[in-house]
């Protein structure tokens, strides 16, 4: 439109200045459109931020299960989550702490949106760690965790992120699925806490299901009471040589194995002498028999306790 309206280059015999007109058309058009083109960017990069504000905010809100309800529900919906469904939650521990995460929640997001489908999935990060918020279905959820889609929830994460350079070796907790709004937040304390109990008992397993710890959870809900234990049935084996330490490991062992004391030597790389030498110590020392019934039951819920509670590499509490 411009071009037409400058009426001295009507029929004009001067090339150069129709040469020179063009070019200032031309350079117009251009920083127009690179202004044009800037400020889609701009306000792309804005509406990306904002999104991602808003979902870290309602992720933030979802796992703590303490805001509005009906709030939670309204601001869950532009991000395809039906609160009203069953959901689980899965957390991504990294080996190492990662400068960036952007890489580790693309590659997660493929993956599972690919398998689940981009519905009433949640990827975001909490403290250091990778979040995965995915439905579950009803029936998974009453027939146990070996059934459903999401089963495998937690190997589907590991074999991804596994793949990726940085943050290896990764170790992902899964929570047990719940209803509800509060049962994402029950979900992600399940899976908090099992990666907390896998530290403490220096498990090096990739996968770890809230649901093979619960054991734990009974044990330590009444920690006085399983401190009072511990210190009463166990503290005694650190009289030994070498500290209580190799004592608990071979407790450990033996009752892991069906209390076997070749099984439970082969565990340990030790002669069965070494094993039969050690509960020979632990009941000298702290006066209960492993090959005993109700000594056995003491020592092994004691055992437990002190993997929990992390003994003896941290003091008990008081």
């Known amino acids: 439109r411009v071009w037409r309206q400058l009426p001295h280059l009507d029929r004009s015999d001067d090339s150069e ?4 007109a063009a070019d200032a058309v031309l350079h117009v058009v251009d ?12 306000a792309r990069r804005e509406l990306v931020r904002r999104e991602e ?5 309602l992720v933030d809100d979802l796992l703590r299960g303490d805001s509005d309800l009906g709030g939670l529900v309204e601001r869950a919906e532009p991000f395809g989550l039906d609160l009203a469904r069953v959901h689980q939650v899965a957390l991504a521990a990294p080996g190492r702490r990662l400068p960036d995460t952007e890489e580790a929640i693309s590659a997660l997001e493929r993956v599972i949106f690919d398998r689940l489908g981009d519905r009433d999935v949640l ?7 990778l979040v995965v918020i995915a439905p579950a279905d009803p029936v998974t959820a009453d027939r146990g965790r070996d059934a459903g889609p999401t089963a495998n929830l937690g190997t589907l994460m590991h074999g991804e992120l596994d793949r990726l350079v940085r943050g290896r070796p990764w170790q992902v907790a899964v929570g ?3 209803p509800g709004v509060y049962g994402i937040a029950r979900s992600y304390e399940e899976a908090r806490e099992a990666l907390t109990t896998a530290r403490r008992l220096r498990s090096e397993a990739s996968v770890i299901d809230a649901h093979d710890l619960l054991i734990y959870r009974v044990l330590l809900r009444d920690q006085p009471a399983m401190v009072d234990l511990v210190r009463a049935v166990l503290t005694p084996l650190a009289q030994a ?3 209580a330490e190799p004592l608990l490991d071979t407790l450990n062992e033996y009752f892991a194995c069906g209390e076997v004391a070749t099984e439970a030597a082969r565990r340990l790389h030790v002669s069965v002498r070494t094993v039969t030498y050690r509960l020979a110590r632990i009941r000298a020392l702290s006066g209960y028999d ?3 019934g109700r000594d056995r039951f003491t020592l092994h819920a004691a055992v437990l306790g002190a993997r929990g509670l992390d003994w003896p590499r941290r003091p008990l509490p008081a």
């Open 31 to 42: 920083t127009a459109v690179a202004t044009l083109a800037e400020g889609y960017a701009v």
């Open 123 to 129: 990827v975001a990060t909490k403290e250091g760690l």
């Open 53 to 57: 504000s808003l979902r870290r905010e």
């Open 241 to 243: 040589r070498g500290g």
């Open 176 to 178: 047990r699925p719940h």
């Open 290 to 292: 492993p090959a005993d």
């Open 17 to 20: 200045a129709v040469r020179a």
